[in-house]
């Protein structure tokens, strides 16, 4: 079964999480391309190292290598939604990141 995954739209129009993976390197958008084809895929049974839950709707869809690249997602209405994406520099997400995808996730989802 292939698993509905969009990306969220802001108000004003805006796709930040396809944005941010424009602006990457070939090899880096091409990992990010492989884990989503992963989230489409198998959905729900992804399991670590390639995603982890954040909070009680958030989730994180994790790429690895050289760049570590994290995108915040979240399942809802039969679809998951790309709602936000950052490189990630330090060992724990930043609680920033994280609030910043709450907030996306309040917005308009």
């Not at 670590?48 to 050289?66: A, M, Q, S, V």
């Not at 930043?94 to 917005?107: F, G, H, I």
Request: charged share 30%; hydrophobic share 35%; net charge positive.
């Amino acid at each position: 079964m292939a698993w509905k995954v969009y990306y969220f739209q802001t108000s004003r129009g805006d796709y930040p999480v396809k944005s941010f993976v424009e602006k990457q390197d070939l090899p880096t958008r091409t990992k990010i391309a492989r884990s989503i084809r992963m989230l489409v895929d198998y959905g729900p049974f992804i399991k670590p190292p390639y995603c982890k839950k954040l909070h009680d709707k958030l989730w994180e869809l994790r790429i690895l290598g050289k760049v570590a690249i994290r995108i915040l997602y979240t399942y809802k209405n039969d679809a998951y939604y790309l709602i936000h994406a950052f490189k990630k520099k330090s060992q724990k997400t930043p609680s920033y990141e994280v609030q910043t995808a709450l907030d996306r996730l309040k917005e308009s989802i």
